[in-house]
């Protein structure tokens, strides 16, 4: 699937003025099977280049750290806990 921004939204840190995050939205359709991704994925200044900021970023940059990140959260991990019915974790 090829991954679109639909949105970069910047959060302003209303006491200082400083942009400490961003959230990206991420959207892929696959038009054959009709599966689809839609998520927001927070972008934080740790998540950045040494020495930049929100303001010295490139936007592009920026979306390639939300797409990685999308990538790793979506990964399957060697194991998993799931819940059961009865709220027991099963492995």
Do not use: C, H, W
Not at 54 to 83: C, E
């Amino acid at each position: 699937m090829d991954i679109q921004v639909n949105s970069i939204n910047y959060n302003v840190n209303l006491q200082d003025g400083t942009i400490d995050s961003a959230k990206v939205g991420l959207y892929a359709r696959d038009d054959t099977s009709g599966d689809y991704v839609n998520a927001q994925i927070k972008v934080e200044q740790a998540d950045l280049a040494a020495g930049a900021t929100f303001l010295t970023a490139n936007p592009a940059d920026i979306v390639t750290i939300a797409k990685k990140k999308l990538a790793a959260d979506t990964a399957v991990k060697a194991t998993t806990t799931t819940q059961t019915q009865q709220g027991q974790q099963a492995q």
